[in-house]
C-alpha cells in the first residue's frame, strides 16, 4: 500500500544481478563474434576484467559498511513510535494537532501525519506542516469538518523503516480551547465613596461569538499583588464584571479568560494592573469615635466608682449590724458563762423602781434661776420668743417646759386684750427672754384685776393642794406681779432682788411661773402674756400703787407674806424628782421689808365663769388658810393625782375648787372652736 | 382537520412555559380571527432556549451513563469521538462554510430532520434504561425530560418552519416502526455500549441543532455580520 523505501540491500542486490546479467549479456555477444574476433578476445578478457573490478570493489565497499556498522553497534535502527500529543482547535473552524516524535534511530526520519473520517476509508494526509510549527499539522477551514469524527495516525519513517503511532479518534467540536480573551481593561470607579473595579474585556477575534457559532463563559482572577491566592469569579456570557470590597491603596492583579460550552479553557490573559487609590474607611473612623467615647464613659464611671467605693459597699454588702443589747457582753458570751451572760441582760432598773408613775412625768417645775441668770433674764426678755417656744418645744421631762404643752393648761385669751398687748408686747418681749429659758410661758387670763394676781391657777397640780399652800405664794406672785410692774416702770436691774434666793442653789419657778404658763393656742397674742400682766397690772395700778415701790425680794422669801394658804413655796428639786415645797417665810404675816400690799384685794373667790369664759369673782374676805409653819413636802407623786382629778374636761360647767377659786385649767377645757 | 386541529393545542408548547398565547390564528373557518401571537423573533429565540437546554440535559445524562456503566477502557476519550451515529446518513452541513451557503429552509429542514429522527430513539431509550440494574432516578428522569422537550422541540420548528416559509408539514407520530428493536437478550456489555452511543450521538446531534438554530437567528437578524 505505501511505496517502500529501498533498501541498501536491494540496491546491492540488483547491482549484483545487472553484473551478472550484464556479464551473460556480454557472453552472448562474445558468442556470436568468434568468426572474425579471435584476434580481439584478449580486449574483450580486458574489458571484462575493467567492469568486473568495479563492481567488486562497490561491493566490497558496501561490505565493509556493513562491517563497520556491525562492528560498532545498534546505530541505526527503524524509528521510535511517535505519539499524538493533542489536537486543539480555536474557534472550531480549524485545528491543529501535534504529535512527539519517538527515537528518530540515528537516521533521519520523517514523519507524516495520515487522517481518515468517519464515514469514508479515503486517507489524506496532513496538508500542511509548517503553519503550526515543527511536528504539526494544521487543518485549515476547508478541511475541517466539525460533528465528524477524525482517525488520525502519524507515520515516522527513516532508512530502515517506519512506525505508526497509535490512531486517535477526535471531533473537533470537543477539542475547542479558545485563545484568551482580547483587550481586558480594568479601571477603579467608585459607589457613593466606596471603590470597585471595572473589568471588561473583549473575546478572543477568531471565536465568532456573535453569530452563535460559538458560545463562551468567563473567568476572572483578582489577587493583590502581593499575596499568592487568587479570588476567582465566574462571569457567564457577559463581558464585564465588577469586584468589590477592596483592600485602600492595594494593587491588583487581574486577568480573565474563556471557555466555550463544551471545550477547554483558555489561557489566562495577561495580567492587568491597578491601583485602588486610599479611601477614608467611613466605617472605620464611626467606630473610632465610639470606642473613645466608651472609654471616656468607662473611665467617668471607674472614677466614681472608685469614690464611692465605701458607700456602695455598704449599699450591697451591708454590714452586719452586731448584738447591741444593752448589757449584753459579748466577750461575757465568748467565754461561755451564760448566766453571768443572761444575768446582765437583766436591767436593774427595769421596771422602773418608782411606784409610781407620776415620777416620771413633769407637769411643771418650779425653776430656780440662779443671779447671774436672773440678771440675763431682765434685761432679754421675749415674750414672743417665750411663749412661742414653750408652744413649739418638745415637752422635755426634766424641765418646767413639758406643762406648757399640755394643752388641757392652755388659757383662753380674751379678745379685747391684743391691741394692748401688742402696745406693750415689745416692752415686755426683753424681760420675757429667759423666761423661755426657763421654760415658761405666761398667760394671763383675762379677769378681773383682782382675781388675776394670785388666785388663777394654771396648774391643776399647783392649785389642787393649795389649801396647803402658803400666802406665800401669793406673796409671790405678788411680787411677780411687783415684778411686772417694776419691770415696767423701773429700771430692770431694780427688781433683780426679787427673784433671787441666794443660798439655795435651786432653780425654782418665780411667782409669774406659777400662773402665767400656759398659752391659748389660739390666739396668737398670747405670746405677749406678759404684756397682758402688763396691762393687767397698769389696769390695777390704783391698787398696786403701793406695790409700786417695792422693789425688795426678801431673801429667802418670795413674796412678802400675805395671806395666801395655796401657795407653797418650791425651795428645791431634789434628785428623785421631788419638789421641796416651804412655806413662804412671811406667809404668817411676817413680812420683811415689804411694803404692804393690799392683800385683800389680791385675792378673790371666783364666783363662777360666765358665758364668755369671763370669771366672776366676788369679794370676800380671805380665810386664814392652814398654817404657814406647815412645811411639808409635797412630792411631785402628789402632782399626778391631781392632775388627774382636775385634768378633766368640763364643758361649760363651772368646776369650784375646794375653796371657791376655780380651777381654771379645768375651765380652759380643750378648746370647742 | 380534526387532527390538524387537535395539533393546535399541541403547538403552545412554548407558552407552555410563559403564557398560553397561541402561537398561530387558525382560518380553516375562512374568517379572519383576530388573536395575538407570538413574534416570530420571540419564537426562535424560544426555540433556541429550548435546545440550549435540551443539549445541556443530554451532555449531563451522557456523562451520568459513562460513569455508571461504562468500564472506564472504553470510555470515550475526551475528544469524544464516538461510534457511529444514526443520524450520520443525514445530509446535516458538518463545516461553517457549508452551513453559510446554506439557505434558511435548508437550515430549518435541517434541524426538523434531525429532531425527528430522535424522537423515536429516545423513547426507546427510556424503555431500555429502566432494565439497568442501579440506574439513578436522576438519570430516568433526565433522559424522560429530553425526550419530551424534543417532541415540544419539534413542534416549535413545525411552526417556525410555517411562520417562515410558510410550510405546513406533519409533525411526527408515534406509528412508525423503529429502527431498535427488542431481539433476544445479547451481551450485556453489547447493550450498554449501544446506549452509550446513543447517548453521546444524541448529545452531538443536540449540539448541532443548537448551532443551527443560532446561525439562522443571526441571518435574520444581520445576515452580513454572520461570517
Sequence with gaps: ?????????????????????????????????????????????ARLCGATMKKVLEVILLL?????????????????????????????????????????????????????????DTVFECPDYRTAGENSCFFNKNDTSIWVNYNITVVATNALGRTFSDPVDIDVVYIVKPNPPEQVAVTVMEDKGWPFIRVSWEP???????????????????????????????????????????????KYLVQVRCKPDHGYWSEWSPSSYVKVPDYFHREKSVWILITVFC?????????????NSRSLKHFLLPPVPGPKIKGFDKQLLKNGKSEEVFSALVATDFPPKSSNYEDLLVEYLEVYIPEEQELMLEKSMDLDVGCLKCEGSASDSDSGRGSCDSHTLLMHK?????????????????????WKEEASTYAHVDVSPDMSSGRVKTWPSVFSPLPRYTSNQQGSLEMAKQHYLSDSLFPTSSTSSYHTQPGHGTTEAHGPGYWECGLSNKQPHLLHPQAQAQRQLQARSDDNISSIGRKQ?????????????????????????????????????????????????????????????????????????????TSSTVTTTQKPAACIHSAMPVEGEMVLGVNGYVDTATVCTPPTY | MNVKQGQWAILLWPYLLTTSI???????????????????????????????????????????FEEMFIPFPLQLQRNQAGYPCITKALPIPSSKSEIQQISDKWLLHSVLMLVQSWIEPLVYLQTTLNRYDGVPDMLLNKTKWVSDKLMSLEQGVVVLIKKMLDEGLMTTTYSEQGLFQDDGQPEMLEYVMRDYTLLSCFKKDAHKMEILLKLLKCRQNDIHSCA
Design chain 1, 1 to 45: 500500500m505505501y511505496p517502500g523505501p529501498t533498501s541498501p540491500v536491494n540496491r546491492l542486490h540488483k547491482s549484483v544481478s545487472s553484473v551478472r546479467s550484464s556479464g551473460s549479456r556480454q557472453w552472448t555477444q562474445h558468442g556470436q563474434n568468434t568468426e572474425g574476433e579471435t584476434e580481439s578476445f584478449c580486449q574483450l578478457k
Design chain 1, 64 to 120: 565493509l559498511l556493513l562491517v563497520v556498522t556491525h562492528a560498532k553497534g545498534t546505530r541505526y535502527s527503524p524509528p521510535g513510535k511517535p505519539a499524538l500529543t493533542r489536537c486543539r482547535s480555536p474557534e472550531k473552524e480549524t485545528f491543529t494537532c501535534w504529535w512527539e516524535p519517538g527515537s528518530d534511530g540515528g537516521l533521519p526520519t520523517t514523519y507524516a501525519l495520515y487522517y481518515r473520517k468517519e464515514s469514508s
Design chain 1, 204 to 250: 478572543p477575534h477568531k471565536a465568532d461569538t456573535r453569530s452563535g457559532w460559538i458560545t463562551l463563559i468567563y473567568e476572572i482572577r483578582v489577587k493583590l499583588e502581593e499575596e499568592n491566592d487568587w479570588e476567582m469569579h465566574l462571569a457567564g456570557q457577559q463581558k464585564m464584571f465588577n469586584i468589590f470590597s477592596l483592600r485602600s491603596g492595594g
Design chain 1, 295 to 307: 472609654a471616656f464613659i468607662f473611665l467617668i464611671l471607674t472614677w466614681l466608682l472608685h469614690m
Design chain 1, 414 to 434: 380674751c379678745d379685747g386684750v391684743k391691741e394692748e398687748e401688742e402696745r406693750q408686747a415689745k416692752e415686755a418681749r426683753r424681760h420675757q427672754k429667759d
Design chain 1, 553 to 629: 425680794t426678801p431673801a429667802g422669801l418670795h413674796s412678802p407674806a400675805r395671806r395666801s394658804t395655796e401657795y407653797v413655796e418650791v425651795e428645791r428639786v431634789n434628785e428623785e424628782d421631788m419638789v421641796l415645797l416651804q412655806p413662804v417665810s412671811g406667809r404668817c404675816g411676817d413680812v420683811e421689808g415689804y411694803p404692804e400690799m393690799p392683800y385683800g384685794e389680791d385675792y378673790s373667790k371666783v364666783k363662777g365663769v360666765d358665758m364668755d369664759n369671763m370669771l366672776l369673782l366676788q369679794r370676800e374676805v380671805r380665810e386664814e388658810t392652814e398654817n404657814c409653819d
Design chain 2, 22 to 64: 397561541p402561537l398561530d390564528c387558525r382560518d380553516e373557518q375562512g374568517g379572519l380571527s383576530r388573536c395575538p401571537s407570538i413574534s416570530q423573533e420571540k419564537l426562535l429565540d424560544r426555540v433556541i432556549q429550548h435546545a440550549e437546554l435540551i443539549y445541556r440535559v443530554s451532555e449531563e445524562s451522557c456523562s451520568l
